[in-house]
C-alpha cells in the first residue's frame, strides 16, 4: 500500500467528519491575553490555572538555573542526568503531598503510562472510569492487563464489578477533576471500596493539584486522604505549575520499584534541571499565594452566575474548567469561530475526545482574568448563541 496515499485517504475521512484537528500559533507568553500575529484575543482555553507560566519569580529562577546547570540535562536520571535540583524538586513535593517520596517524570503522558504498565500486568484488572484522561486509557491498554470502563462517576457498577472480581491484581484508577468536564471524582468513596476489596487506588490530579486545597494540594487534600487511603497520586507540572513535566506521590517501595522498573523513567532524558529549579519556586508561590485560588474561585462564581442568568448552560462543575456544553460538533465551531471574531479564544472539544454528541467550548479561568474578562466573554457567548440560533432555527426549536 502507498504510504501517501493511504494517509490522504484517512485525512479526507477525518476532513469529511469536520474533525480534522488545526494548531494555531501562539505569539506571546501564556497569560490571560494570548497573541496570534498581530492580534490579541481573552485568553479561556489556559491550563495555566494560577498564572505562574510567565511570573517573573518563577522565570527568574530558571534563568538563574541555566546559568549554573546549562539548558539539557544531559542523559537520563539513571545514567548520568539525575540533577541536585531534581532530587530536591522530588523531597519539596514528597513533603508537599503528604508522601514518603516523589518522582518526577518528563510529562504526565509518560508518569502515567510509566507507572501502570510497572504495576500492571496480563491477568490483571484495571477499573477506569469512562472519562479518564486518554494517557491513562493508553497505559492500561500497553500493559496487557484488562481494563473494564465504568460510567462516568457509576461507583455502584464498580462495587459489583470489584465482588466479582478474581484478578490477580487490581486497579482503580480515575482522574481527581476530569479535564473536559471540570467535575471531581469522589474520591472517599473510591478509597473506600479499594481498601475494602484490596484493589490498588491511582488518582491522576492533573488540574486539582494548585487549584484546589487550602495550600493547593488538590484533591487529597480536599478530602484529606494520605498515603494508606489513597497510594499513587499523580500530578503534573505543565498546568497549575506553569512549568512542564508530572511527579508521582507515594510509599518508598512505590518510588523505588518505578525506579527499577518503570520504562518511561528510565528509558528516556531527565527534564532540563533548570525546569526543576523554576517549580521549585511555583511550588512556594502555589502554598504561600493563596489570594489566587480565592480570585480564581470568585471568577468560576461569577461566570456560573452570569451564564445562569443568560440561560448559557454549563457543566455541574466548581473548578475552572468550566465547559459550556453544545451537544452538535459543527455548531460548536461556529459558536468557537464567533467568539474568535469576537476578541475570546474558546477552543471547541469534539469527538473523540468527548463522547459523541457532547461538543463543547471547555472555557477554562485563571487567577490571570480579571471580572471585566468574565463579563465580556458571557456577553460574547450570549451573542453567539443568539447568532448560530439564527442560522439554525430547527435546532433551537423556533419552528416546533
Ligand atoms: C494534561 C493531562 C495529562 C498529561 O500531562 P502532560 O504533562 O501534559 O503530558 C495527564 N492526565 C490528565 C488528567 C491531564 O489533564
Redesign the pocket.
Known sequence: MNLDHYLQQRLQEREGAGLTRERWICDSPQSATRLMGERSYFNFSS?DYLGLADDPRVKEAMLLAVNKHGVGSGASHLTAGHHRTHHQLEQALAEFTGRERVLLFS??????VGVICALMEKGDTIFHDRL??A??LDAGQLSGATSRRFAHLDYDVLKRWLQKNQSAKSLVVT?G???MDGDKADLVQLSRLCQTHHAWLMV?D??GFGVLGETGGGCAQVDGLGQQDLPIL?G????AFGT???FVAGSASLIEALIQFSRTYIYTTAMPPAVAEATLTSLELIQKETWRRSHLSALIDQFRQGCKAKGISLMNSNTPIQPVLVGDTKKACEISALLKASGCWVTAIRPPTVPQGTARLRVTLTAQHSAKQIDYLIHALEKAFDMTASLHPESSGAEA
Do not use: P
Open positions: 491550563n510529562s504526565g503522558y509518560m508518569a502515567n479518564n484522561h494517557s491513562l482522574d477533576v476530569f479535564s491522576d492533573a488540574h499523580i503534573t507540572l505543565g498546568k512542564s513535566g508530572a
